[in-house]
Structures are given as structure tokens and as C-alpha cells.
């Protein structure tokens, strides 16, 4: 069986379940299913491919993923690696595979893509928990993102596959579904309408949950599901970033603080137990002590338990890069204070 490494998010991760699947009959194969949404996960995914390299000298070694879409030539350019695909051709990995390819890389031009791998997976290797993708890419530019440049443009899972995508987990014994995407509640034509056909169609799912969600994209219908199933999980991850007005609009979020608090409000409203986790950036450029201070007190009135910290991370070809810089030393200061933070609410 080959072995798939997966770096990131949860969407790699069901790319790699597909990965796994398709290629259960190769060996000495390695592929790396790669991330590129800060430089220091490029610099894990480049020691990980030096490992490997080390302990499976005779191994054919892959890169694809967001890390090989972004910076191809880096990749191409390690002796340890054999082969860099991008995203696009991540999708029909076994053609290049299994077949003479000549190149040693071959990353096509994402924007251009408009499909996905409409493979079915039969399980999550080592997981009670199962993910579906039921969308791709984003629409938006987050200042400091370029995860869109890895992803290309949004494009969703229609509903029927999904639903048959979970019908198949749930034949295989999984009783936890996660829904993700990159952007999942930019599914179109609505992410709520997408929930409430799952829902219906599986009244005895025992629990549905979700990647991280938008929370300027969280509609009232969504909220009322939210009271209305009690096999919604109460816990709802959301991409913040920020907790300061005007930080947020140069991220270029579509929600403010105000938002973010009356969300959990409503929330809360209807499921009293809910609790919430939230994604923060800390050290964006231009960011004051008396921002970062805003970020640190909507923690406690929005009511998040649970922090996913990161000290902001330069991406170049993003607008954020050309902004002010912070020094690394006070981003991750800054990373530390709310991450011990978080650690008070546990």
C-alpha cells in the first residue's frame, strides 16, 4: 500500500483517504499531500520530504497539494522528490503514476479548473470521525490568504453526491460526519439548504459537525436548524481572525466583532450548550497593542472556549505582504498571550 502523508486541513485529508483508496496496490510509494497556508508549514513539508527520502531510499516520493500548487519550482528542485503535482492534477494522480511521465512537474493553472474528485470513499483510516467534502476553492481575498491561488475559484459537491457520500459512511459504521470545504458555507445554491437535506434525509445520523465556518455567511435558517436538530453537534468553529473593526477590514473579512458576538448569542439562544472554538491571527500588519487588545476581550464576550492561534505569516503575491510588518518576535508574543488565554477557558 502506498503511504500518503497529509499536511493541513481537513479537505487534504479527504483528499488522502482518496489517495489511500486508489492506490491500496502500489508500493514503494509516497505521496505528500501538502499545505502552504503559512511558511512554516512549507518548511515542515520540505524536512518531512528530507525524512522520507532517508528512510525509503528506493522509494518513489510524490508532493502535491497546496504547497506544490503555490511553489512548484521549490519542490522540483529537492533530489528527494520525484514527481510535483499541483491540486488539478492531484485529482487524477494515477495517471501520472501509473503512467510515463516524462516531467518531473506538472501543476496546471487551478483557476482554470472546475471540477473535483468525484471519487467515493468508503472509510477514514484510524478515525471514528468522517469528513466530506461537499465544496472547493474560494471566491473571496482575505488580505493575508492564498489559499485561493492553491484552490482555485468556488466550486460545490452537488447534493446528491454528498448525500451519497455519507449514505456510503454511514453502510461503513461511521456515526460522526464532519461537512468541509474551503470556503463551506459559500456552498452553492445554499449551505443551510445543503444541512437541512442531510438532515432530512439521515434523521437517525447521530451527529453531524462542520469544518470551520464563515461568520459572516451564517444565516437565521442555519440557526434555527441548529435548535431545531439535537444531532447538530452544539460545538461550531469559526474563522474570526481577529477581534478588532478595523484589523478585520484590512484583512478584508466580511463580518465584524459586533457579528461575531451576537452569532454566539443567537446560538446560544437556541442550543444552551453550545460552545464555540475561533481561528485568530495574531501580529497582522498595522496591528496596535490596542487592536490586539480588542482580539483578547472578544474572547471573553463572544463566549469562545476553544483558540486556534497563529502568529501572521507573510505570503507573497498576497496584499497583506505589502503592508507594514509587524516583527516576528512581537507576532508570536502576541500568539502566546491569547493562546494562554484560551488555556484559562479549558
Known sequence: MAQVVTMGCRINSYESEILKEKFADEDDLIIVNSCAVTKEAERQCRQLLRKLRLQNPRARIVVTGCAAQIN?????????????????????????????????TIVGDIMKYDD??????????????????????????????IVPFARGHNRSVPDDDVIKQI???????FAEICLTGVDVCSYKPSFSGLVKK???????????QFGS??????????????????????????????????????????????DVINLCKKIRAV?????????????????TEENFANTVKLVDEAGIDKL???????????????????????????????REKGEEKC
Open 167 to 173: 449514505d456510503t459512511l454511514l453502510k461503513q459504521g
Open 271 to 287: 442550543r444552551p450548550e453550545a460552545t464555540f472554538g475561533a481561528d485568530f491571527i495574531c501580529g497582522f500588519p498595522t496591528e
Open 213 to 258: 465556518l464563515d461568520p459572516a455567511a451564517i444565516d437565521d435558517d442555519f440557526v434555527a436548524m441548529v435548535g431545531q436538530y439535537k444531532n447538530v453537534l452544539p460545538f461550531f468553529h469559526f474563522s474570526v481572525q481577529s477581534g478588532d473593526n478595523l484589523i478585520l477590514k484590512r484583512m478584508g473579512r466580511r463580518h465584524s466583532r459586533e
Open 72 to 104: 512548484p519550482k521549490i519542490y522540483a528542485k529537492m533530489p528527494e522528490v520525484d514527481l510535483v503535482l499541483g491540486n488539478k492534477e492531484k485529482t487524477a494522480l494515477e495517471k501520472y503514476i501509473k503512467g510515463e511521465i516524462a516531467e518531473k
Open 116 to 145: 473535483y474528485d468525484h471519487y467515493i470513499i468508503t472509510g477514514f483510516e484510524g478515525r471514528q470521525r468522517a469528513f466530506v467534502q461537499v465544496q472547493q476553492g474560494c471566491d473571496h481575498r482575505c488580505t493575508y490568504c
Open 308 to 338: 486556534h492561534v497563529f502568529p501572521y505569516s507573510e505570503r507573497p503575491g498576497t496584499p497583506a505582504a505589502l503592508m507594514p510588518q509587524i516583527k516576528m518576535e512581537e507576532r508570536r508574543r502576541r500568539a502566546k498571550v491569547l
Open 198 to 208: 442531510i438532515l432530512l434525509t439521515f434523521p437517525d445520523l447521530p451527529s453531524l
